[in-house]
């Protein structure tokens, strides 16, 4: 089993949308946990905070992922509020027994150094989860220098993540330049 941890919907596709179509190509499980309901993630105040851009954005993880070839069997929402995962125990502890109860073989999370602080507090939290299971660590807002321990060529399935990507329509239009790089790279690189 292969868990990707997002803190956000759209990290999962943003990060590892062909690392997931390759493991699903090899008949390898994927289980995507989503951390936050990422209701802050829009500048447009009638919806920024609201319920109704939470299932919006639940509905387009669906509909990305979908795309990418998982089922909503495939798909953990915790449900935890945008920028409350700071500090915040009870998600260490939900992430903790969800990995208990799927015994991944690799877990793909974020750096603990990522500029973003519900993903840094992820990933300070799942590096410190005691398992016996492969670490890959991805970055989403930030650099990270030195060797990275998968650098995976995703040239065949680049249009399919696009396609996955473009499910995110609350997303897209407000990112900045800089993360396009990421997105748009033909390769999706872990530490
Ligand atoms: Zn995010």
Redesign the pocket.
Known sequence: MNVIIA??P??ETICCGGLIVDLLKQRKPVHVIFVTDGRFGSKNPSLRGSNILVNLRKEEARRATSVLGLEERNLTFLDFPDKGVSNNIAVKKRITELLNELKPDAVFYPESTDL?E??SSIGVFVDEIVGNFGRYRYI?WGEKKGVPKLALDITKYYGRKLAALFQYSTQLGGLPPQIWGNIVSRREIFY
């Open positions: 803190p956000h759209d990290d973003h519900d993903h989403v």
